[in-house]
């Protein structure tokens, strides 16, 4: 069993489309992120949610949507899409949000916007 | 500013030979300290972490990684390099409630 997975791998979509990204952990974790990889493989944290609860919002942009229907799922919604959100986006959980404990990264969405 | 910094966008070593890959963190108090490691399309892997105690540790693959605090380093290495550590290496740090990555390195080994 795939311990974070993610859906769709690959989303290629027109500017102005709104689109989702869902994903699920299976490791009963408390803490689930969203990253976002840029052309340049930088990686950057964009939301962090305890058990359903928001805790961290990056100044990402309000056209991106984080929605936790319950602690082993989170979903990125993504409004109007623009040409720069075009990159590798990757949720990611942990055991929770205090621990020193490690992340556990599902394999990436490539999202391009044409 | 709290950050990681990964000064090498690439290293090349000869396989069988001895590789260091160079992290060095700029944040307030005692953080702790992560690698991972990507392969082509897929998503992060942890490698190790330092949290307390002794300064070198062991992680998967035979990478190792040595905490220097007063020089607020945190080196990857391995002994002996195979091929398939040909990877993007990713440095992290987490002060409190987020981890920040370095910008990754990328290693090269040849055959």
């Known amino acids: 069993d795939t311990a974070v997975s993610q859906t769709p791998k690959y989303l290629v979509t027109q500017m102005g489309n709104d689109k989702s990204i869902k994903c699920e952990q299976n490791?009963?974790?408390?803490?689930m992120y969203w990253y976002k990889q840029d052309s340049k493989k930088f990686l950057k944290i964009m939301f962090s949610?305890?058990?359903?609860?928001?805790?961290i919002n990056e100044t990402v942009p309000n056209r991106f949507s984080p929605k936790s229907p319950d602690k082993a799922h989170l979903n990125l919604h993504i409004n109007s899409l623009e040409l720069g959100d075009s990159a590798v986006y990757f949720c990611?959980?942990?055991?929770?949000?205090?621990?020193?404990?490690?992340?556990?990264f599902g394999s990436g969405t490539q999202l391009s916007v044409l | 500013a709290q950050s990681v910094a990964q000064p090498e966008d690439q290293v090349n070593v000869a396989e069988g030979n001895p590789l260091t890959v160079k992290c060095t963190y700029s944040v307030s108090g005692n953080p702790y300290l992560f690698w991972y490691v990507q392969y082509p399309n897929r998503g992060l892997q942890f490698l190790l972490k330092?949290?307390?105690?002794?300064?070198l540790v062991k992680g998967s693959y035979g990478f190792e990684a040595e905490f220097n605090k007063s020089q607020t380093s945190f080196h990857l290495k391995k002994p002996s390099a195979l091929v398939s550590d040909s990877a993007l290496y990713f440095c992290a740090v987490k002060p409190h409630d987020k981890i920040i990555f370095g910008k990754g390195t990328r290693l090269h080994i040849l055959p």
């Open positions: 490791l009963g974790h408390d803490t």
């Open positions: 949610y305890n058990n359903k609860e928001l805790i």
């Open positions: 990611a959980s942990s055991q929770d949000l205090d621990s020193n404990e490690k992340l556990f």
């Open positions: 330092y949290i307390t105690g002794d300064n």
